[in-house]
């Protein structure tokens, strides 16, 4: 073989022809030209912040499956609410760690208007924060059985566990709660909430639907940051829906806007996000994602074992979310997230 043909001999001129003065790179070969032309932007209003509740009194304990998540007591959960709205988050998502004591089969302790949500509401709201909260409406963290719903035998009740959600849902917009988040799964659930929030004159609450959870096995740092990885008996696929399906995902999206919802989410999120995109696309309704614990986790994992630049995925992974079309992301990032935009500044 000759060396012509080894190593052929390129103009500049060709070059120049083949490229036809489309030179991409022109915009990213400056920090400030790749801001210019960004199509995508994070912002600190983008992020609901979730947190867990444990009872006691300055608390914070480390949940061991979580790297730097802790559940705090009430007046710790309040000093991280102003944290939140200092650094400009809109939002917390409260979930609460309850005492296996006070865990029965129909989780009649979701109904306590004493509960440890409850009384972050009000400990919260008495700051006068512009701030908004946001509760789980769901029955998991208060069963024995750790189930979103009511049993009878091995089978999940709807209709009745429907009902239950709706008195959890007046006990804690009663507290101050701000957002509804229906995360049980359960048919009908979001019409019924806002028909008893309607007639109970809390016309105002807002519900963000969980309107395309799957039943996923990234959930299982968050089972153990409230407890029920321990109570879960069997798993939650007759109610929680089939990772495989995507079509089935828009008719609930659709029932659930139909019933009244202000708001859909996708649960899980990196791993559903042609869900979103096909939820914010056909529906172009404010659309969420939750990146939930197995998915930080992950990232946490490799970012300490230097396998990956953790801030760096962090921020990418937030990133898609963007892309896909979500308006905003529930994050365990997001105090970290927050500060970092903030100095970027």
């Not at 944290?83 to 979930?95: D, N, T």
């Not at 309107?211 to 940051?225: E, Q, T, V």
């Not at 995109?277 to 986790?297: C, H, I, N």
């Not at 992950?298 to 990956?308: L, T």
Request: net charge negative.
């Amino acid at each position: 073989m000759s060396a012509d043909h080894r190593s052929p001999s390129i103009q500049q001129s060709q070059i120049d022809e083949i490229l036809g003065g489309r030179r991409m790179r022109r915009n990213r070969r400056a920090d400030w030209s790749r801001r210019l032309v960004r199509e995508t932007v994070l912002s600190v209003d983008d992020l609901i912040w979730p947190i867990f509740l444990i009872e006691g009194s300055g608390i914070r304990q480390p949940v061991p499956s979580m790297p730097g998540v802790e559940r705090l007591s009430v007046d710790e959960a309040v000093r991280d609410a102003v944290k939140a709205e200092a650094l400009g988050i809109p939002v917390l998502a409260l979930f609460p760690y309850t005492d296996d004591a006070l865990r029965d089969a129909t989780g009649s302790e979701a109904l306590n208007s004493d509960n440890l949500v409850c009384r972050a509401c009000r400990e919260i709201k008495k700051l006068g924060l512009n701030i908004g909260l946001m509760t789980d409406v769901a029955l998991d963290p208060y069963t024995s059985h750790g189930h979103d719903g009511l049993l009878s035998g091995d089978k999940i009740l709807n209709d009745e566990t429907v009902a239950q959600l709706c008195r959890q849902a007046l006990t804690q917009v009663d507290a101050g709660a701000d957002i509804i988040g229906p995360s049980d799964m359960m048919d009908g659930r979001v019409g019924a909430i806002r028909m008893a929030l309607d007639d109970a004159g809390m016309r105002d609450a807002q519900i963000m639907s969980y309107s395309a959870k799957y039943a996923s096995a990234f959930y299982g740092p968050f089972r153990d940051a409230i407890g029920t990885n321990a109570t879960l008996i069997g798993d939650k696929r007759t109610y929680q829906m089939d990772s495989a399906n995507t079509d089935e995902a828009l008719r609930e999206a659709e029932l659930d806007i139909a019933e009244g919802a202000d708001m859909i989410m996708v649960k899980p999120g990196l791993p559903y996000l042609d869900i979103v995109w096909r939820l914010k696309d056909t529906f172009r309704m404010p659309t969420y994602a939750y990146q939930v614990s197995g998915e930080f986790a992950m990232i946490e994992a490799a970012s300490a074992n230097g396998w990956i630049d953790g801030e760096r995925a962090m921020l990418e992974s937030l990133m898609a979310f963007k892309r896909a079309g979500a308006d905003g992301i529930l994050t365990y990032f997001a105090p970290r997230i927050a500060d970092l935009l903030a100095r970027a500044k």
